[in-house]
C-alpha cells in the first residue's frame, strides 16, 4: 500500500494506528501472562531460570532454586501485568477519543503481540542466553523451543492477516 506524505499507508486512518500499539502492547503482555501461568505454573514445565544445561543457576531439584525461580517467575508476572496496565488504559483513551475498536482488528493485533512475545522470549531466553527451554526436563528441548517458534510466528502471521482483512474489509466498505 502507498504512504502518504505523513508515512501514514493509504486507507489506514488514525483511528486504525491508534489502536495498533495498545493491541500489541495487550498481546505481548497476555501472551507473557499466559505462557507463565501455563508453563511455569500449571505444567511446570520451566521457570525463569531452570535450564538443565552445565550452566544452571536454578535447577528444579532444589528447594532454594525452586525459591529463587518463584521470586523470578513473580517478577516476570509484574511485568507482564504492568504491560497489560498499560495497554488496557492506552485502548481506554483510543476508545475515549473515538476510536472504534473492530473486534476483528483488535484480536488479529493481539495475536500478532502474542507472537512477537513468542519469538523474542524463544530466541532471547531459550536460544541465545540459555536461561530456560520451553521443557527443561528433557534431554534434547531444542525441538520444544523450535516448536515454541513455530507457534508464535503462526500467531503473527494469522494475528496479520486478521488485521489486513479488517482493514481491507472497512476500505471497501468506504467505497460507493
Known amino acids: 500500500m502507498a504512504r502518504t506524505t505523513t508515512g501514514a499507508r493509504r486507507g489506514e486512518g488514525p483511528a486504525a494506528r491508534s489502536l495498533t500499539v495498545p493491541g500489541l502492547l495487550l498481546g505481548l503482555g497476555l501472551g507473557g501472562l499466559l505462557d507463565g501461568i501455563v508453563l511455569h505454573q500449571l505444567l511446570q514445565w520451566h521457570h525463569m531460570g531452570t535450564d ?26 509484574a511485568a507482564t501485568w504492568l504491560v497489560i496496565v498499560v495497554g488496557l488504559y492506552l485502548l481506554w483513551a483510543a476508545l475515549r477519543n473515538g476510536t472504534s475498536a473492530r473486534a476483528t482488528a483488535l484480536t488479529g493485533l493481539l495475536f500478532t503481540g502474542w507472537g512477537i512475545f513468542n519469538l523474542v ?37 494469522v494475528g496479520l ?16
Open 52 to 77: 538443565h544445561g552445565v550452566h544452571a543457576s536454578f535447577p528444579m531439584t532444589t528447594v532454594a532454586s525452586l525459591e529463587d525461580n518463584t521470586l523470578w517467575d513473580g517478577l516476570f508476572h
Open 121 to 157: 522470549e524463544g530466541v532471547v531466553d531459550h536460544l541465545v542466553l540459555g536461561i530456560h527451554h520451553v521443557r527443561d526436563d528433557l534431554g534434547g528441548p531444542l525441538a520444544w523451543d523450535l516448536g515454541f517458534l513455530a507457534f508464535g510466528a503462526l500467531l503473527v502471521v
Open 161 to 176: 492477516a486478521l488485521v489486513r482483512n479488517d482493514r481491507r474489509r472497512c476500505g471497501a466498505a468506504k467505497r460507493p
